[in-house]
C-alpha cells in the first residue's frame, strides 16, 4: 500500500519535537508499504523557513515538502494565512503523487485535515483522520479563538471532517469520550496511544558524562524539554525559579523553542535568576543526553480543562529514561503517572506547588531514583511505541 499523509507540522529525525508520525512511518515501511509525507518548509517550531523540496528520505519514508507562506509566529491571523497557504499548495502536491492508497490528515490545524479529505475525496480512497489535539477546543479554552462566529465555522469544518472521515486515529483515551459525546461511532474510532521507544534511552547512562557533554558542572537538574508557546504555560516555572533562590544547587534546565522563549529568557535574566538555564532546541536523537543529565523533569501547560485529555509525548520520554516527573497537568496523563508511581502531581499554575515539589525530589534523589525505575518500567510494559506502530500499521490494512 502507499500512505499518503499531509502534515504540516511533521518533524524530521533531526529536528526538535515529537517523532510518532516518522516512526509510525518507519514501521510501516518495515512492514512492505509506502510512506509519502507532504509537509510544510516552516519549522512549526521556530519558524524558520527552509526551501521546497522532494528529497529528504528517512529510512524509506520520502518527505516532500511544499510552500507555506512564513507568518506561523506573529499572530493568529497571520498563523491562519500561514495554514491556508499550506491548504492549497498540498492539496497540488498530493494530488501529483501517483498510486495512493490511502490518504491520512493529521489535525490541529484543520486545514490540512481539509486538504487530506478532498484529496481523498477526489482520488476515491480511504480518508484517515487522525486527531492529535482537540481543535478548535484548545484554542477556545486558551483565549485565542473568541470570536463567536469563527467559533462556529470552525466547530463546524470539525464536525465535516468527522462526519467524512473513513476512520478516525486518536492518541488520548480522553478524545475517544470526545469523539462518542460529539455523535462519532464508537467503531469508527482507534485508539494509537502516545508513547516511545523505550531502546532510545538508557536509564544508567553516565550522568557525569551527560553533564560534561553539556557544559553543566553542579546542582540537581530539572529539565522542561517541549515547545515553549502560551499554551505551556512557562512563566509559572520562572515564577517557581524565583522561590527556589535558597537553593542554589537546584537548576531548572529549559530546552527547547517557541515564540515565548525571547520573553521568558529576557525575564529571567532581568530577575537575576541564575538557576534558570536555556539550552535551545535539541532534536530527539539529542534527547537521551539530555534527560541523562537530568535528575527529574517537568510537564506543564495552562490550566484549562481541555488540557486534562492530553497524552503529552515529552512524558512518556521521561518515563523511558528513568526519571521522575513533575506533572503540572491534570487529567489523563495523571492517571498515567500515578499509575506508574513515577512522579509528582502539582496543580497546574502554582509555582508554590511547583517549588516545593521540586524540593521534595531535591531533598531524597533515591526516591526520585525509585520513581524514575517505576516510570520505566511501566512504560516498557503499556506505551512501547513498537506495538503502536504494529496497531498502525494493522489499522491501514484494514482500510483496504
Not at 495512493?100 to 485535515?113: E, N
Not at 480522553?174 to 462518542?180: F, N
Not at 513533575?326 to 509528582?344: F, K, P, S, T
Amino acid at each position: 500500500m502507499h500512505i499518503l499523509l499531509i502534515h504540516q507540522a511533521f518533524v524530521a529525525p533531526s529536528e526538535a519535537g515529537g517523532t510518532r508520525h516518522i516512526e509510525l512511518a518507519r514501521h510501516a515501511v518495515a512492514a512492505g508499504h509506502q510512506v509519502t509525507i507532504v509537509a510544510s518548509t516552516l519549522n512549526y517550531l521556530t519558524g524558520e523557513h527552509r526551501q521546497a523540496s522532494d528529497a529528504e528520505v528517512y529510512d524509506g519514508v520520502r518527505v516532500h515538502r511544499v510552500y507555506a507562506y512564513p507568518s506561523l509566529h506573529r499572530s493568529f491571523i497571520w498563523r491562519v494565512v500561514t495554514f491556508l497557504s499550506f491548504m492549497c499548495s498540498s492539496v497540488i502536491a498530493a494530488l501529483r503523487m501517483r498510486d495512493v492508497d490511502v490518504v491520512m490528515g493529521t489535525t490541529p490545524p484543520l486545514f490540512q485535515a481539509c486538504s487530506a479529505w478532498l484529496v481523498a475525496a477526489v482520488r476515491r480512497r480511504p480518508f484517515l483522520l487522525e486527531v492529535r489535539d482537540l481543535w478548535p477546543e484548545f484554542a477556545i479554552g486558551m483565549g485565542v479563538l473568541t470570536n463567536p462566529v469563527l467559533i462556529r465555522v470552525a466547530r463546524a469544518l470539525e464536525h465535516f471532517l468527522y462526519r467524512r472521515a473513513t476512520r478516525i486515529l486518536v492518541n488520548s483515551p480522553a478524545y475517544v469520550t470526545y469523539l462518542e459525546q460529539h455523535g462519532v461511532p464508537p467503531a469508527k474510532i482507534a485508539f494509537i496511544p502516545n508513547g516511545v521507544d523505550p531502546a532510545m534511552f538508557d536509564p544508567e547512562a553516565s550522568q557525569a558524562g551527560a553533564r560534561a557533554a553539556l557544559g553543566i558542572d553542579r546542582g540537581y537538574v530539572v529539565t522542561y524539554a517541549g515547545a515553549m508557546g502560551q499554551a505551556n504555560d512557562l512563566g509559572v516555572v520562572i515564577d517557581a525559579a524565583a522561590r527556589l533562590r535558597d537553593r542554589p544547587g537546584v537548576i531548572l534546565l529549559m530546552v527547547g523553542d517557541g515564540k515565548e522563549r525571547a520573553g521568558l529568557e529576557r525575564r529571567a535574566t532581568a530577575e537575576g535568576l541564575d538557576n534558570v538555564r536555556f539550552l535551545g532546541a535539541r532534536p530527539k536523537h539529542e534527547m537521551p543526553l539530555v534527560l541523562a543529565a537530568s535528575d527529574a523533569c517537568l510537564a506543564i501547560l495552562q490550566d484549562i480543562p481541555e488540557f486534562r485529555t492530553t497524552y503529552p509525548n515529552k512524558v512518556f520520554d521521561y518515563m523511558a529514561a528513568g526519571r521522575p516527573t513533575v506533572l503540572a497537568i491534570d487529567g489523563v496523563i495523571r492517571e498515567v503517572i500515578d499509575e506508574a508511581g513515577g512522579g509528582l502531581f502539582v496543580a497546574p499554575g502554582d509555582a508554590a506547588a511547583l517549588a516545593a515539589a521540586i524540593r521534595t525530589l531535591a531533598d531524597d534523589p533515591d526516591e526520585g531514583r525509585r520513581m524514575g525505575r517505576r516510570a520505566r518500567a511501566h512504560v516498557e510494559q503499556r506505551f512501547d511505541r513498537r506495538a503502536h506502530a504494529a496497531a498502525f500499521v494493522r489499522l491501514v490494512e484494514s482500510l483496504r
